[in-house]
């Protein structure tokens, strides 16, 4: 009898798809217990690196245009419609049933297009012209926060991990996702999907491991300048909030409830956002 080949799953940082330096490997089994996959367990370093990728890759992706960032999220999109039978297949594997699994591709690359329409319209949506007593005009408009770190929802399927990073991205921001064992399979293969959708290397950087492990290195580092940790529990809140302290990181807390459809929601935007002001005096 043949043995079939096991695919390990690697991580995906700065545009490439290393292995993580710890060695360490998690198999990931169907409901029969029969193995599918092994996955790689991110280490403090794969994170520290995918933070330093982040940033190198922040300057250019955030002073792209809109369009293009809109455009990147729609061809994402495609490439997702046209292997979405290879992520049904994956999503089943980690316990949805056939039709769920169906179901949550189509939402996913729903959600992308979602966002590629509101990356070139929240502008005018957050942003405002302020009335001053004087002869100046005044602007408020959203900026980029930064490298963002993204806790994706303990969740099956590929649409919930959707939701968490293309809001990040769409604002210009750029990010690093720790997805959950529960749907970590799309979510790498998700990864092939960026890398071939013309995404710069390092805008998105997707790690697998033990939230437990990973999320206080997370909200420590000093060079993260915000943190969506989604299904948060009271005591990772509290300790997220202490370490995060220390360096003003912004913290987010999304819940996403058990049954919960996901959605486009462009406030999720605003809260990668900084609001910068401009005065300008009035022309004679």
Known sequence: MRQPVWKTYKLYIGGKFPRT????????????????????????????NAVVSARAAFPAWSGATAYLRGQILYRAAEMLEGRAAQFAEELEQQG???AAARRDVVRAADLLVGYAGWTDKYQALFGTVNPVAGPHFCFSTPEPTGVVGVLTPRRAGLSPFIEAIAPVIAGGNTCVALAPFEASLAAISFAEVLHTSDLPGGVVNILTGQRAELL??????????????????PDERRQTEEMGAANLKRCFFPQLGVGEMVETNPALLMNFQEIKTTWHPVGS
């Open 96 to 98: 949805l049933d056939a």
């Open 216 to 233: 206080p290195h997370v909200a420590a580092h000093m060079d993260v300048n915000a943190l969506a940790l989604w299904d948060a529990s």
């Open 21 to 48: 330096e710890s060695g360490r490997y998690e198999a990931v089994r169907d409901s029969d217990g029969s193995l599918v996959a092994n996955v790689s367990r991110a280490s403090r370093k794969d994170f520290r």
